[in-house]
């Protein structure tokens, strides 16, 4: 057996019947709604109980970490929105016209984790606007972690229909 063969023996191209495909969908979903905008989550409930050193804390890794997302928008936001346009448009191309399983996989990875990213610049400038107390950036991040939630339950849903679909058509005429 050479290196492909191998690799892809352990690499199953159908993703959708891959259990680790099920378990990196599970850990982007349980990540992406821990982390808001960058900060974790349990920092806001930390600084809400205790405040102090904890409430400053938080503030400043919001504020450092709302300067870095709005740098990086303002520096390369349209190379990067553009280059993410061409991506997923090959993504969804090989995957739903061509019908490649793993593009198909793989789009319905990045995709929605697109759309936490545009929430999370939202809430940045939104951020970037207040006046930074405890109260509004609780309420940010709070809102941003509630739709990233939303986006989640509802891309773990379409995944989760496209993937018994695809493993009953593949199971019924393969």
Known sequence: MDLYSSLFEIIDMRSFSNLWYW????????????????V???????ARRAGGQAE????????????????????SGQIILG???FIFTGLAMLGFYYGVEFAQAVFLLLFPGSLVM???????????????????????LTRCRVYTQI????????????????????????
């Not at 450092?64 to 997302?69: E, F, K, M, P």
């Open 23 to 38: 378990i990196c969908l599970a850990v982007l979903w349980s990540s992406a709604s821990h982390w808001a905008m960058g």
């Open 118 to 140: 545009l929430l999370n610049i939202r809430a940045a400038r939104r951020l970037k606007n207040s006046d930074g107390t405890l109260e509004v950036v609780g309420k940010t």
């Open 56 to 75: 400053r804390d938080l503030l400043d890794i919001v504020r450092i970490n709302t300067n870095r997302l709005l740098y990086i928008v303002d520096v």
């Open 83 to 85: 280059l993410s346009c």
């Open 151 to 174: 986006i989640g339950m509802i891309s773990i849903l379409i995944t989760s229909f496209w993937g018994m679909y695809q493993n009953f058509s593949i199971g019924v005429l393969g």
């Open 40 to 46: 974790p989550f349990d920092l806001l409930v930390r």
